[in-house]
Structure formats: structure tokens, C-alpha cells
């Protein structure tokens, strides 16, 4: 299994920027996908950006370019940069991971592909 920690959430004003970070506890970059998503209030959980096996990311459209997904260069973070925030950001951000964690580090070439959750974090925009 991996366990995925997000932070960096808060209150930020409308138009503000806030940096989430999620810390797996184990290697990450060879799972299927390495993602975000969000929940708003009283809504469904919905993608908000990932990055794909082949390394190349995907946004979704109420995000684009105004988030931007990265990888730490030696550590098995990844981060959402969250700038010109607005209230209908304002949401649980949950960082996931898609691959076998089974193993000493997640993969997608083989095994059982499951996806893994943190707990969230909180980000308020006002």
C-alpha cells in the first residue's frame, strides 16, 4: 500500500494562491497516474489535474491555466499550484495515486491497479 498526505490548504481571498503539496511514502512517478481532485461543497468528486503514465499532464477545463501540476525532483511529492483563485475553488483537495503499491514502490505494468487516497485538505477561497 502507499499512504499519501496532503498539505498546504487554508484561506486564501479571491484571486490568491496557495501551493498543495501530497507526500506518498513511498515512489510514486512509475504509477499509472499521480492526481488531483476536489470536492466542493454539497458536489461529487471531480478531477481536477493528473499526471499521465507517459509523464505528459492533463487539466481539467475550469482549471487550466491557472493550476499547474508538478513532481519534486527527488522526492515522492507532487504539488498543485493554485493561482487567480476564485470562490468556486473552494473545496477538499485529494491527492491520488493509480498503480500497484504493492511492492517497495508504486508501478502500472503489472499487478493489481487499484488508486489510493490521502485524506484532503481543506482550501477556502473568499
Known amino acids: 500500500d502507499v499512504q499519501l498526505v496532503e498539505s498546504g490548504g487554508g484561506s486564501v481571498q479571491t484571486g490568491g494562491s496557495l501551493k498543495l503539496s501530497c507526500q506518498a511514502s513511498?515512489?510514486?512517478?512509475?504509477?499509472?497516474?499521480n492526481s488531483w481532485f476536489r470536492q466542493r461543497p454539497g458536489k461529487e468528486r471531480e478531477f481536477v489535474a493528473r499526471f499521465n503514465e507517459d509523464g505528459t499532464t492533463t487539466y481539467a477545463d475550469s482549471v487550466q491555466g491557472r493550476f499547474t501540476i508538478s513532481r519534486a525532483p527527488a522526492k515522492p511529492i507532487v504539488y498543485l499550484q493554485m493561482n487567480t483563485l476564485e470562490t468556486d475553488d473552494t473545496a477538499v483537495y485529494y491527492c491520488?495515486?493509480?498503480?500497484?503499491?504493492?511492492?517497495?514502490?508504486?508501478?502500472?505494468?503489472?499487478?493489481?491497479?487499484?488508486?489510493?487516497w490521502g485524506q484532503g485538505t481543506q482550501v477556502t477561497v473568499s
Open positions: 513511498k515512489y510514486i512517478f512509475a504509477a499509472c497516474e
Open positions: 491520488a495515486v493509480r498503480g500497484d503499491c504493492t511492492s517497495s514502490y508504486c508501478r502500472c505494468d503489472r499487478g493489481i491497479i487499484g488508486t489510493h
